[in-house]
């Protein structure tokens, strides 16, 4: 078979043999065709829903009628009002926004990821979704999550625990540079836990620096949260907590430090291992504490799970917080989930269950969902 004869059986299954105005009508049909039927046409398609079809003339601003106005560069119609002028697009179905993710398998699969201690990025490549979405959508479930935080209210105690843990923002504190040196919101970040011994719930938590401005905010939220009955707090022998515990709780507390004195750390493992602990001076500082239950271990057990569950606050890793709005989000989420989603090993319920909050263990659809 020479090569003109195949040529010509091609042109053939294409095209049937037909004149050359034929065959660029049949191309140009091909062509809207394709051009109809693209991926963007029946976006727009769909966009405009069976029960909103009939278009619109009356105007939502002020109700008279209105004229065509060209279209969108979207293709909907656009419409202006002949009384006031406003334009306005017809009637269409609202677009999916990153709060829907919440409503669907994925999005909480995502979010269950994220408080399980994946990175965003691990994130995103398991579940598909964007990084940058992630991160709203971190935004919006950290919001959510700070509302039930801020709402535990009257919780009756009778063994309450403190303590900061360390993280930062964006950088270190001490590679800040001279225009960098008074903003708040990059550099050292302390998270401030208020933790119940016996039930394990964190009553309260504030973000921020280590100063006495987030003791009195600590301290605030945690007479917030409890009943006005009396209670031991132990703190550690951070000086700031004294005069935040005299201001906020002094007439319902027992309250004592744990002071405590580290050795030098040796060479080579300090950036690694904690400093040794050489001695706990315990010091009554308000009431009567009961020397027995003057302790810290539980809070800061619940730091070793901050550590373990938040990827933010993985030491030597490049996972840490970029913006102070999604480190408060992170931790949030830590909290509402570790306090009503998240059994406790000894407790076998959740800490909000056993503080009788809450009758059930919550789903973590519950817990984004909720009111
Ligand atoms: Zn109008």
């Not at 992630?134 to 009778?158: F, Q, T, W, Y």
């Not at 040794?276 to 027995?292: F, L, N, R, T, Y």
């Amino acid at each position: 078979m020479d090569s003109d004869k195949i040529l010509s059986l091609d042109c053939a299954t294409i095209l049937p043999r037909k004149s050359l105005k034929v065959k660029v009508k049949i191309l140009k049909t091909l062509y809207v065709f394709l051009l109809t039927n693209s991926e963007r046409s029946l976006y727009i398609k769909s966009m405009r829903t069976a029960e909103h079809s009939n278009k619109t003339t009356t105007c939502p601003y002020c109700g008279n009628a209105s004229k065509r106005f060209g279209k969108h560069r979207n293709g909907l119609q656009r419409f202006r009002c002949i009384a006031c002028l406003k334009t306005f697009t017809e009637a269409h179905a609202r677009q999916f926004r990153v709060e829907d993710y919440l409503k669907e398998q994925r999005g909480i699969m995502a979010i269950q990821l994220l408080v399980e201690g994946c990175s965003i990025r691990t994130v995103e490549r398991i579940t598909g979704i964007r990084a940058a979405t992630l991160v709203d959508l971190l935004l919006i479930a950290g919001e959510r999550c700070e509302r039930l935080m801020d709402s535990i209210r009257n919780v009756p105690v009778k063994d309450v625990q403190c303590d900061e843990i360390w993280a930062y923002v964006a950088k270190k504190e001490r590679n800040k540079t001279a225009e960098e040196y008074s903003d708040e919101n990059i550099g050292d970040c302390w998270t401030w836990t208020a933790i119940e011994r016996h039930s394990k719930l964190v009553l309260a938590y504030s973000v921020g620096r280590r100063d006495i401005d987030h003791a009195f905010e600590l301290m605030f939220k945690l007479r917030r949260a409890t009943s006005d009955s009396r209670f031991q707090l132990t703190t550690d022998g951070l000086r700031a907590y004294v005069h935040a515990v005299h201001a906020m709780l002094a007439d319902r507390v027992d309250f004592a430090q744990l002071i405590k004195y580290y050795s030098q750390p040796r060479e080579g493992e300090q950036r690694y291992s904690p400093a040794q602990m050489v001695e706990a001076v315990p010091v009554a500082v308000i009431g009567d504490p009961d020397p027995k239950n003057i302790c810290t271990s539980h809070v800061e057990r619940q730091n070793l799970t901050m550590r373990m569950q938040i990827r933010r606050l993985t030491r030597l890793t490049n996972g840490f917080s970029k913006k102070i709005e999604c480190h408060r989000a992170a931790i949030a989420l830590h909290f509402a989930y570790y306090n009503w989603c998240r059994i406790h090993g000894t407790l076998r319920v959740t800490p909000a269950m056993e503080s009788e909050i809450t009758d059930h263990v919550w789903s973590l659809n519950e817990l984004l969902n909720h009111a």
